[in-house]
């Protein structure tokens, strides 16, 4: 199956910074061959959109305070916007013009154009570079968290010079120093999250280099790296080919290390592996065990003094495993059904030590384009949302409220009326599938500082429909949802969820009008934004959603038909102008939706503080979310099934899979005495008390007839798991910024485009459990990315 990219690109990068990168040839898509799907019952939307036109005084504030600019360039040019800093209002844009010709670098060049107060105004700073060509794929490297650090890779050719050049500066852009380098970037340049100075890239030699301040002189701390993640403190992972042989990725014979003081002394910790990944305090490694074996993965929790196997369900040689996400209490993975074409498989959790998986969720959605619509909802703990394939082809979304101890299909809008020719009428949320075809212009939108605010493009029937899809909005975290918005359209979450942006998406015809809502989406105020209409690619804002600024950005042909970009920012903050009080505010218990639980998710309540929605005011950039918890006593909905055992159809019972019991003595951890007794707490549950599940126990201990394995590295304590696995074992690991972020990279070190995705989803500030995953906002490097092995 393929599926039609959508020329606009936006990646989040790890470090606190928003790189948009658009490119020329827009608007005009060619059909692609996608896999036949069951007709299902698709609903048209029949809710009416709520909206209605500024009053003339609105519309002389925000005439007032809407900024243009163009910027001119020639055919096949790219354009991509870059954040710097949180709260300093600093952006960068790039304009890069490749030429045809056969030497890259004859014809071709670069703009550079910076803005300090929030993209009202632009100036071209390109002498502050010394008008170098600057790299279009990733170029711009912007500092974390509050950082004014900022490099620029220039792109130069290898052959005639023996190092690459690199522009740093320490004041958001202001002045740059210019760097010549031992060496040639291969990847972006990775910060470190608490040391400012200490710098880290891979480069096309294969060495990973190390500068320790912030650029002006580089060392290579090792030869022949595939792959760089950071840990915790000063701790660095990498896998490194001890021959340097260019397919050692391929053949299982990569060797992980980890320096902990930043490359001066190095430990070897496993051996013939394929990726590595940590997310979350664990660290996982694909192990071929033996030449010719299926591979396998191995877990520490520890940092790798120690690995485990994992305990997971078989997998054959035309499967694949996918890390989902994961935190230090629970990890998601996607075991791939069997078959050549499958393109689903089932979600397992793990308990708090990554070791032990039990099944979650069922013929789980993950197509051969790689593409899974897993979404982690930040604006309230423990939901996430995921399509489903079921047996007839139809696609159906459902979603957990309870970290994946059960799924349920999303309610029908309140405000959407299904029809008589259709049984079953719930909502279906667009996801990367629908994205990446070209069907939605964004997948799901939610942050951590609008509590319960999910923003998404969805279709309602009894499945996902192939239409062009409306815009829902649900306030209460995916109980309940309302249609907000007829169409695709680009949207942004501002003011902390105070404020809500969003135009229409049309690759037919040019857009003026921005809508904007100040009651989550319940109705619409319309304002046209400029007097000549361009065609649009998307909507930036500062991350965090804590800015009142927007810029809508696009393509506008100029009269003599050569093509110029436009960017119009709208500044809301003077029409919203009065600062929220006391009386603005509500105490909201959230799941509280819920009538069995009362609000009682993972063994506990919490009560938001948060903007009552006809409240029309400014959270303002000082606002921080405020929240009570509450213990609850522990409920059956508080136990999933243990390892070997999965919910009974007509129950809630865990039943023990048939024949488990005979594979029970190689199956077990010989480390502790950990007994299989059918039901385990939620990892992360904080009940207290109430019931106690019927306990089934099957003892796990040492084994006489447990067969040997090659052991990650000589020294490394084993746990006797079995399990098998295919040869195309995936670990995707998922970008979530500043939370845990992870950029794949192949070792190939031609320059090539990078395809960045449209994931605004994953914009917030905190991510999940930050407080327990400390160093999880550190850029990772997979350059042998398990992505190449299930393609």
């Known amino acids: 199956m393929i599926w039609r990219v959508t020329a606009l690109t936006l990646l989040y990068s790890a470090v606190l910074s928003e790189?948009?990168?658009?490119?020329?040839?827009?608007?005009?898509?060619?059909?692609?061959?996608?896999?036949?799907?069951?007709?299902?019952?698709?609903?048209t939307s029949n809710f009416v959109e709520c909206k209605s036109p500024?009053?003339?005084?609105?519309?002389?504030?925000?005439?007032?305070?809407?900024?243009?600019?163009?910027?001119?360039?020639?055919?096949?040019?790219?354009?991509?916007?870059?954040w710097v800093g949180d709260g300093t209002g600093v952006i960068l844009v790039l304009s890069t013009v490749s030429s045809s010709l056969e030497s890259f670098y004859e014809g071709s060049y670069s703009r550079l154009y910076r803005s300090e107060d929030y993209g009202k105004a632009f100036h071209d700073i390109s002498h502050a570079v010394n008008h170098t060509f600057?790299?279009?794929?990733?170029?711009?490297?912007?500092?974390?968290?509050?950082?004014?650090?900022?490099?620029?890779?220039?792109?130069?050719?290898?052959?005639?010079?023996?190092?690459?050049?690199?522009?740093?500066?320490?004041?958001?852009?202001?002045?740059?120093?210019?760097?010549?380098?031992?060496?040639?970037?291969?990847?972006?340049?990775?910060?470190?999250?608490?040391n400012k100075e200490c710098l880290l890239v891979i480069g096309t030699d294969g060495g990973l280099w190390?500068?320790?301040?912030?650029?002006?002189?580089?060392?290579?701390?090792?030869?022949?790296?595939?792959?760089?993640?950071?840990?915790p403190g000063n701790t660095l992972f990498f896998s490194y080919s001890?021959?340097?042989?260019?397919?050692?990725?391929?053949?299982?014979?990569?060797?992980?290390r980890r320096t902990q003081d930043l490359g001066r002394t190095f430990t070897t910790i496993s051996q013939n592996i394929f990726t590595f990944g940590y997310i979350g305090g664990f660290l996982f490694t694909s192990v071929l065990e033996k030449q010719g074996s299926p591979r396998v993965i191995y877990v520490s929790s520890d940092q790798g003094e120690n690995f485990n196997k994992a305990l997971l369900p078989t997998a054959t040689s035309e499967q694949f495993y996918s890390l989902l996400d994961g935190d230090e209490d629970m990890i998601f993975i996607h075991v791939d059904s069997p078959g050549e074409n499958s393109h689903f498989g089932t979600i397992y959790t793990s308990d708090d030590r990554g070791i032990l998986y039990s099944k979650s969720l069922e013929r789980h959605l993950f197509g051969m384009e790689r593409k899974s619509d897993f979404t982690n909802v930040t604006s309230l703990r423990?939901?996430?949302?995921?399509?489903?394939?079921?047996?007839?082809?139809?696609?159906?979304?459902?979603?957990?409220?309870?970290?994946?101890?059960?799924?349920?299909?999303?309610?029908?809008?309140?405000?959407?009326?299904?029809?008589?020719?259709?049984?079953?009428?719930?909502?279906?949320?667009?996801?990367?599938?629908?994205?990446?075809?070209?069907i939605s212009p964004m997948v799901p939108l939610t942050d951590p500082s609008a509590v319960g605010l999910i923003i998404a493009h969805g279709s309602v029937g009894d499945s996902i429909s192939a239409s062009k899809p409306d815009v829902y909005v649900s306030s209460d975290g995916g109980y309940n949802w309302i249609g907000t918005l007829r169409g695709p359209h680009f949207y942004s979450i501002l003011d902390s969820g105070g404020l809500l942006v969003a135009v229409e998406a049309h690759k037919d015809r040019?857009?003026?009008?921005?809508?904007?809502?100040?009651?989550?989406?319940?109705?619409?105020?319309?304002?046209?934004?400029?007097?000549?209409?361009?065609?649009?690619?998307?909507?930036?804002?500062?991350?965090?959603?804590?800015?009142?600024?927007?810029?809508?950005?696009?393509?506008?042909?100029?009269?003599?038909?050569?093509?110029?970009?436009?960017?119009?920012?709208?500044?809301?903050?003077?029409?919203?102008?009065?600062?929220?009080?006391?009386?603005?505010?509500?105490?909201?218990?959230a799941h509280s939706d819920s009538s069995e639980t009362a609000g009682c998710v993972l063994g506990y309540k919490e009560t938001f503080r948060r903007l009552k929605m006809m409240s029309v005011c400014r959270n303002g950039r000082?606002?921080?979310?405020?929240?009570?918890?509450?213990?609850?006593?522990?409920?059956?909905?508080?136990?999933?099934?243990?390892?070997?055992?999965?919910?009974?159809?007509?129950?809630?019972?865990?039943?023990l899979q048939e024949g488990f019991i005979d594979k029970t003595p190689k199956n077990c951890v010989e480390s502790d005495k950990h007994q299989i007794t059918g039901y385990r707490k939620i990892p992360s549950d904080k009940c207290e008390g109430g019931f106690s599940p019927p306990h089934q126990k099957i003892h796990c201990g040492n084994s006489s007839n447990t067969s040997n394995s090659t052991q990650p590295y000589e020294g490394t304590k084993e746990v006797w798991l079995q399990i098998v696995m295919g040869v195309s074992v995936g670990i995707v690991l998922l970008a979530i910024v500043v939370a845990v972020a992870v950029t794949a990279h192949r070792r190939k070190y031609s320059q090539r485009s990078t395809a960045y995705r449209f994931s605004a989803l994953q914009l917030h500030e905190d991510g999940p459990n930050m407080e327990s995953a400390p160093n999880s906002n550190r850029a990772s490097y997979q350059e042998g990315s398990d992505d190449d092995l299930i393609e």
């Open 19 to 43: 790189a948009l990168t658009f490119y020329r040839p827009l608007f005009h898509q060619q059909s692609r061959n996608t896999r036949r799907r069951r007709d299902s019952w698709a609903v």
């Open 54 to 82: 500024v009053s003339p005084k609105e519309h002389k504030v925000l005439d007032t305070n809407t900024y243009e600019t163009g910027f001119h360039g020639d055919d096949g040019f790219t354009f991509s916007l870059t």
């Open 134 to 194: 600057i790299k279009k794929d990733f170029g711009i490297c912007a500092g974390p968290g509050n950082s004014q650090q900022v490099i620029l890779i220039a792109e130069l050719p290898t052959t005639h010079n023996p190092g690459g050049v690199i522009f740093t500066s320490v004041d958001a852009g202001v002045t740059f120093k210019s760097v010549q380098l031992p060496f040639h970037p291969a990847q972006p340049i990775s910060f470190h999250d608490k």
């Open 210 to 231: 190390l500068s320790q301040d912030f650029g002006k002189k580089w060392s290579k701390i090792h030869d022949g790296v595939y792959s760089f993640t950071w840990g």
């Open 242 to 256: 001890p021959k340097n042989t260019v397919d050692a990725d391929k053949q299982g014979k990569l060797l992980l």
């Open 382 to 438: 423990g939901v996430y949302l995921t399509n489903v394939l079921k047996k007839d082809g139809r696609i159906t979304t459902v979603i957990t409220f309870n970290k994946g101890g059960e799924w349920i299909p999303l309610r029908k809008p309140q405000n959407v009326d299904c029809g008589r020719n259709v049984k079953k009428c719930n909502l279906h949320i667009h996801g990367e599938h629908c994205h990446y075809s070209g």
């Open 510 to 589: 040019p857009v003026h009008v921005i809508k904007f809502s100040t009651d989550e989406g319940q109705c619409w105020k319309t304002y046209n934004f400029t007097t000549h209409p361009f065609f649009i690619a998307g909507l930036a804002s500062e991350p965090g959603s804590k800015t009142m600024n927007i810029s809508v950005f696009g393509y506008r042909p100029d009269d003599d038909d050569q093509p110029m970009w436009v960017a119009v920012t709208i500044d809301f903050e003077k029409l919203l102008t009065r600062e929220c009080g006391d009386e603005d505010y509500m105490e909201w218990l």
């Open 622 to 655: 000082d606002y921080v979310v405020s929240k009570q918890q509450m213990p609850c006593p522990c409920t059956r909905e508080d136990y999933m099934c243990d390892y070997g055992y999965y919910h009974h159809e007509n129950s809630s019972e865990c039943v």
